[in-house]
């Protein structure tokens, strides 16, 4: 092999900074990657990036970012389902949703879970299979719900608040779709159905990237918004969140243990449909878009299946 040709092969596989953004993606070879996403100039949006430089090893272990650069083809949920042990999450964490929804500002974090198949990209469709919709006199309430997503890079067991920030990977956004019929008209308070009203398959987008603590160093500090149809319908700060990232991270892991891509997505601020006097429930062809500062977006489509 040449000089000139050994040079080129080892700088293009030199080392370079820490990741920021990391996305696992589809290239123009029709290969999966894991990458640090390139921002397109003036730009947060890791949903917009179009090349990243390509990860070698493992994210929630140990990896290098290399200065080789592919092309994005196809965005996809940051990690696969079958590597993320759990959906945790957490209901009732903003006190101007609490109000809207007529309910009590709770002593302690309210958790459920969501299955993993309902984990789902930052835009593929959202499906609503025909138990949802609506049939005869029941009325489909499909409705939206933006949020911080934390995803765990390593265990923990009863640790302390001060501890959670050495247990986080980063952070990202994700769409917490949820069925209000099925959650609360078919369930009922104050016992409603959080596991039939929000566990659907590919009730669950999240992405575009996981966002380092290196780049939020702060998680409370953030703009938080749901667009419907381009028409901004929630536009809160995480600052305004009861609970705070670093307890919530704490509180689950009271007696569970928190593993290596557990994500927990940490509630929604007000605007929602559950809220409106005169709500304006999703149906198919309708384009929610999820967005959080320094982070990016999912948007996905409604779809009957």
Not at 6 to 15: E, G
Not at 202 to 210: K, L, M, R
Not at 259 to 277: E, R
Request: aromatic share 10%.
């Amino acid at each position: 092999m040449r000089v000139s040709n050994i040079l080129t092969f080892l700088t293009s596989f030199a080392l370079v900074a820490n990741a920021d953004r990391l996305v696992r993606f589809i290239s123009t070879d029709n290969r999966e990657y894991y990458g640090d996403a390139i921002l397109p100039r003036n730009s947060t949006d890791s949903a917009h990036s179009t090349h990243a430089n390509v990860i070698r090893g493992d994210i929630l272990g140990d990896y290098t970012v290399t200065s080789q650069i592919k092309e994005i083809k196809t965005l996809l949920a940051p990690l696969p389902a079958e590597r993320v042990r759990a959906v945790r999450c957490v209901g009732l964490n903003y006190v101007a949703h609490i109000n809207e929804t007529n309910q009590t500002i709770p002593s302690f974090p309210i958790l459920f879970y969501k299955p993993i198949t309902a984990l789902n990209t930052p835009f593929d469709p959202i499906p609503v299979s025909e138990g949802y919709q609506t049939q005869g006199d029941f009325l489909s309430k499909m409705d939206y719900e933006t949020e911080l997503v934390i995803v765990i890079k390593k265990k923990a067991f009863n640790i302390t608040d001060e501890e959670a920030f050495d247990h986080i990977l980063g952070y990202t956004v994700g769409h917490d779709v949820s069925h209000r019929g099925w959650q609360i008209d078919r369930g009922g308070l104050p016992q409603p159905q959080f596991a039939m009203g929000k566990g659907a398959d590919g009730w669950a987008p999240w992405g575009p990237a996981i966002v380092t603590k290196d780049v939020v160093p702060d998680p409370q500090a953030l703009n938080i918004w749901t667009k419907v149809n381009g028409v901004t319908q929630q536009n809160s700060s995480t600052a305004n969140m009861i609970f705070p990232v670093k307890h919530l991270v704490s509180f689950f892991s009271m007696g569970t243990t928190l593993l290596p891509g557990d994500v927990i997505f940490t509630g929604t601020p007000n605007g929602v449909n559950l809220g409106k006097a005169d709500p304006d429930w999703l149906v198919e062809g309708d384009v929610v878009e999820v967005g959080l500062e320094n982070v990016g977006t999912c948007t996905n489509e409604i779809k009957y299946v």
